[in-house]
C-alpha cells in the first residue's frame, strides 16, 4: 500500500526551511527519501531504519517515528538546487514490498 | 563505473508494434529493478530481480509485459504488443543488497511515446 506524503506540493523563498512528511497505514521497517529533479532519475538521498532514527548532512535531514509509522523529512535554509520532487519509499515490518509515495513537489524561488 | 546505462533515451512507436527496453546494472549489484513513472501513476515498482532469477513481478501491469536477465549484467523489458496507455518514463535501477538498507541506483530512463 503506497504511502502518503504532505503536502503535495511547496513553494519556497531561497532560505526558507521546509518540512514534508510520509506516513503509512502499516508498520515499517525501513523509509527511504529521492530526490528528483525535473526530467531526471530519482537520486537517493538517506534510509532511515526502524529503531527511531535520525540522519542527515549538509542542511538536510528526516526522522523516522516508528510508532505513529511516519517520517519526516527537513530542509533547512533552502537553495535553488532544492528544488525537485522528493519522494519516500517505504518497506513493511517484514523487510518486503517496498513502495513509492506520490512524491512532494518542492520548488525553491530566488 | 558508468552508473545504470539504458537505453534507448527515448522511444516513439506504433500502436501495437513490439518495444524492448535495455538495461545495464552497475557491476557488482545484485538486485535490479524496472519502474514505471507517469503523472497519474506516480513511480511504480513492475518486477525486480535477484541474481538475475525475479523475485517479484507482481507489479507488470499485463501480460503483454515482459522481462528478462539473461546474466548479471543486462535485462531487458519488453512490451508486445504495446498501447498508448503504456506511455511513461520507464527507469531500471540496481543496488547492491535488498531494498531494506541499500540504495538504488536509477538510470536516466526511457521516455516512451505510444501512438
Known amino acids: 500500500q503506497q504511502p502518503v506524503q504532505s503536502p503535495q506540493a511547496v513553494i519556497l523563498r531561497e532560505g526558507e526551511d521546509a518540512v514534508i512528511n510520509c506516513s503509512s497505514s502499516?508498520?515499517?521497517?525501513?523509509v527511504h527519501w529521492y530526490r528528483q529533479k525535473h526530467g531526471e532519475a530519482p537520486v537517493f538521498l538517506m534510509i532511515?531504519?526502524?529503531?527511531?532514527e535520525q540522519k542527515g548532512h549538509d542542511k538536510i535531514s528526516a526522522s523516522f517515528n516508528e510508532k505513529k509509522q511516519q517520517s519526516s523529512l527537513y530542509l533547512t535554509a533552502s537553495q535553488l538546487s532544492y528544488s525537485g520532487t522528493y519522494f519516500c519509499?517505504?518497506?513493511?515490518?517484514?523487510?518486503?514490498?517496498?513502495?513509492f509515495g506520490p512524491g512532494t513537489r518542492l520548488s525553491v524561488l530566488p | 563505473d558508468a552508473g545504470v546505462i539504458q537505453s534507448p533515451r527515448h522511444e516513439v512507436t506504433e500502436m501495437g508494434q513490439e518495444v524492448t527496453l535495455r538495461c545495464k546494472p552497475i557491476?557488482?549489484?545484485?538486485?535490479l529493478f524496472w519502474y514505471r513513472q507517469t503523472m497519474m501513476r506516480g513511480l511504480e515498482l513492475l518486477i525486480y530481480?535477484?541474481?538475475?532469477?525475479?523475485?517479484?513481478d507482481s507489479g507488470m501491469p499485463e501480460d503483454r509485459f515482459s522481462a528478462k536477465m539473461p546474466n548479471a549484467s543486462f535485462s531487458t523489458l519488453k512490451i508486445q504488443p504495446s498501447e498508448p496507455r503504456d506511455s511513461a518514463v520507464y527507469f531500471c535501477?540496481?543496488?547492491?543488497?535488498?531494498?531494506?538498507?541499500?540504495?538504488?541506483?536509477f538510470g536516466q530512463g526511457t521516455r516512451l511515446t505510444v501512438v
Open positions: 535501477a540496481s543496488s547492491y543488497g535488498r531494498a531494506a538498507n541499500t540504495e538504488a541506483f
Open positions: 519509499g517505504t518497506e513493511d515490518n517484514y523487510g518486503q514490498n517496498f513502495v
Open positions: 557491476s557488482g549489484h545484485d538486485y
Open positions: 502499516k508498520a515499517l521497517y525501513s
Open positions: 530481480f535477484n541474481n538475475n532469477v525475479p523475485i517479484d
Open positions: 532511515l531504519l526502524k529503531g527511531g
